[in-house]
């Protein structure tokens, strides 16, 4: 369960924090690709926390996300009087406070894959994220396809392949749900909004990915929201 708030001051978010354990701190569900995955991880798993909104490409964006971290990024994790910064930051803390609920799968050779494609994903595929803007609102097919974007797609697929063929057993990346599939699924988004074709089995994982309840429901909420990026929205847009 959540509670949203937009944006309120910085002492009531402390306040709420402390009531409620945790506050989430997210950007626009529409395109903060970076907020869904500790979103998305903390609801599959039934972790309770509060959620603020803070807009994006908005005049004091930048002011307001001053207020929870000095990084100047969403997400961000307040945790009582704890400040937690960075999606798999936020991921690992939850893992370590619930960990009977296995964020991250139990098999030792399974976890370590799953820590090293979910760093691989935080770190790395940047002409993806350059070419291919998450914005669940709109559909792209064709755009995006940069020689490095292309590139990154197919180290992707390759991911994807190896995991499920090893560990997934056709369900998820490492057969439950984890936070592996919670980094990659604005991936799945980024290729549903630009009509990425895959092999069968990848596209079926995709279907899975974009079912699973706490996806779906972020979805919802970012087709709901009435707020726009306008940078964002034209960045896109002009983009081949």
Not at 98 to 114: G, I, N, S, T
Not at 146 to 165: F, H, K, M, N, Y
Not at 184 to 190: C, G, K, S
Request: aromatic share 10%; hydrophobic share 45%; with cysteine.
């Amino acid at each position: 369960m959540q509670t949203t708030e937009l944006d309120p001051t910085l002492s009531q978010t402390l306040d709420d924090a402390k009531k409620a354990g945790l506050t989430l701190i997210i950007g626009n569900k529409n395109y903060s690709s970076w907020s869904m995955r500790p979103w998305v991880a903390a609801t599959a798993f039934g972790i309770p926390f509060n959620e603020v909104r803070v807009l994006l490409d908005q005049p004091d964006t930048s002011a307001r996300i001053a207020e929870y971290s000095g990084a100047g990024r969403v997400p961000v994790l307040i945790a009582g009087e704890m400040t937690i910064w960075d999606s798999l930051s936020i991921c690992e803390y939850l893992a370590e406070q619930f960990p009977e609920k296995h964020l991250w799968p139990r098999d030792v050779a399974a976890r370590a894959m799953a820590r090293s494609v979910t760093a691989e994903m935080h770190s790395g595929f940047a002409d993806l994220r350059n070419a291919m803007s998450m914005n669940i609102r709109m559909s792209l097919p064709g755009r995006g396809r940069t020689p490095g974007a292309q590139g990154d797609i197919g180290r992707i697929s390759e991911i994807w392949e190896e995991c499920l063929s090893r560990f997934g057993h056709h369900q998820f990346l490492f057969g439950d749900f984890s936070i592996a599939d919670a980094f990659f699924a604005p991936v799945v988004m980024r290729f549903k909004i630009y009509g990425v074709a895959l092999a069968p089995a990848l596209q079926a994982y995709c279907e899975r990915v974009q079912a699973h309840p706490a996806v779906a429901r972020w979805v919802r909420e970012a087709l709901a929201e009435t707020e726009m990026a306008a940078h964002h929205d034209e960045e896109i847009r002009g983009k081949p």
